[in-house]
């Protein structure tokens, strides 16, 4: 069987797994029983909810790093460090804590 999407092999047979009865198939080392109710309940209390991400999303961050703030900048200051593609407020921020180490 392949995959829809990519059109390569999935590396299981698919139909040859769902054809297998249950009491053949091997759980013995398996820490999940999904028929033991008390399993469940505590599978699903310690469950976290992960939502798919956008492409060039973020994901969860351990502490906010950087606080949101205006700051007005002359036209040509914002224009240079624009220019300079991608990135440009991390060099701004940059530029101010090189400032700050030398200005001490």
Do not use: C, S
């Amino acid at each position: 069987m392949k995959n829809v999407a990519t059109g390569k092999p999935l590396g299981t047979d698919l139909e040859k797994l769902a054809a297998l009865p249950d009491a053949d198939i091997d759980v013995g080392d398996t820490p999940y029983d999904p028929h033991d109710p008390a399993a469940v309940d505590a599978f699903w209390r310690e469950a976290k909810l992960t939502l798919p991400r956008r492409p060039g999303q973020r994901g969860p961050q351990r502490a906010p790093t950087k606080v949101p703030t205006t700051l007005r900048l002359d036209p040509e200051v914002l224009a240079a460090f624009k220019a300079t593609g991608r990135g440009w407020q991390t060099r701004i921020n940059d530029a101010l804590k090189e400032w700050i180490a030398t200005h001490r």
